[in-house]
């Protein structure tokens, strides 16, 4: 009976770390996907093949031909990071929600720039992270549950 439990305990050890370590992911932008060559929500898009989720860090690297554009409600992501020269477009009546639940990059490090014609939303974003907020260009919402 011992033995029965050390082993159930230590599966279930082993499988709650894989799905810990599997849910913290990082999403990489590339863009050019032929018909959708900027389109956020177009899985090829993504290097890893999916879209970026609640537990994605969001990287949008410099250098690319085609950088992401927002066209309506995405699901949430975890963090975002936009390197310098890069650009991430929110158009008119899209969101984008950054929860900063697990601290990554305090949430986002804007090297590039944002053009927000829509609503980007931050849930935890830490106090010396909002000066982040000023780099943010057009006339779209910026909300922020601090």
Request: net charge positive; aromatic share 8%.
């Amino acid at each position: 009976m011992r033995k029965l439990s050390f082993i159930t305990c230590t599966l279930m050890l082993f499988f709650s770390l894989q799905i810990s370590l599997s849910a913290q992911t990082t999403a990489t932008w590339q863009g050019g996907k032929p018909g959708k060559v900027a389109d956020w929500s177009c899985a090829a898009n993504w290097k890893e093949g999916r879209m970026p989720d609640a537990f994605s860090l969001v990287l949008i690297p410099s250098g690319r031909a085609f950088y992401p554009v927002i066209r309506g409600k995405v699901p949430p992501i975890d963090a975002l990071l936009v390197e310098s020269g890069a650009l991430l477009t929110l158009q008119k009546n899209s969101s984008l929600c950054i929860l900063g639940e697990t601290g990554r990059l305090g949430g986002i490090i804007l090297l590039g720039e944002i053009r927000n014609s829509g609503r980007l939303e931050f849930g935890n974003l830490p106090e010396w992270n909002i000066a982040q907020l000023q780099h943010i260009q057009g006339a779209g919402a910026v909300l922020s549950s601090r």
